[in-house]
Structures are given as structure tokens and as C-alpha cells.
């Protein structure tokens, strides 16, 4: 799941969430961060990219996928967007 809002075509207040975790638990933060900033019509491939781009080779996901994260997102802003 992922919580955004959509001002001036831009994501803000990016905050993925859901049952899925994640080692270290500080990449969450690197996650929403990644996200903060892009258009709103970023496709998924791009959101992809940028998730993969931001996490180094240390962290680990469990039960989500860096495509995953980026369909719930574009979910949230085809959401949030009239």
C-alpha cells in the first residue's frame, strides 16, 4: 500500500506500507524518499527504476518486490489524481 499526495503533478508525503518487510528496516525511508519529487506520470517501469536505484545491495525484501512497490504506488496516484 502506499499513502501519497499529489501536488503540482509531483509526489509528496510518500509512505509505502503494508505486509511485507524489510532488512534493515531503515530502507523503507530510502524507499519513500526514492519516490518523493517524481511526476505524477511517472510509469511504473520508471518507479521500478527508481526503487532499484536508490536500494543498495545489502537490503533485502521479503514479500514485495521493487515492481511491486511501484503498482501500489501508481495505484495510490491514480487514486489521488481527479
Known sequence: MADLNVIDARLTDVRVSGDFFIE?????????????????????EALTLAIEAALDAEVTLYGITPGGVAMAVRRAIDGATP
Open 24 to 44: 534493515p528496516d531503515s530502507a523503507l525511508d530510502v524507499i519513500d524518499a526514492a519516490l518523493q519529487g517524481l511526476p505524477a506520470d511517472t510509469s511504473h
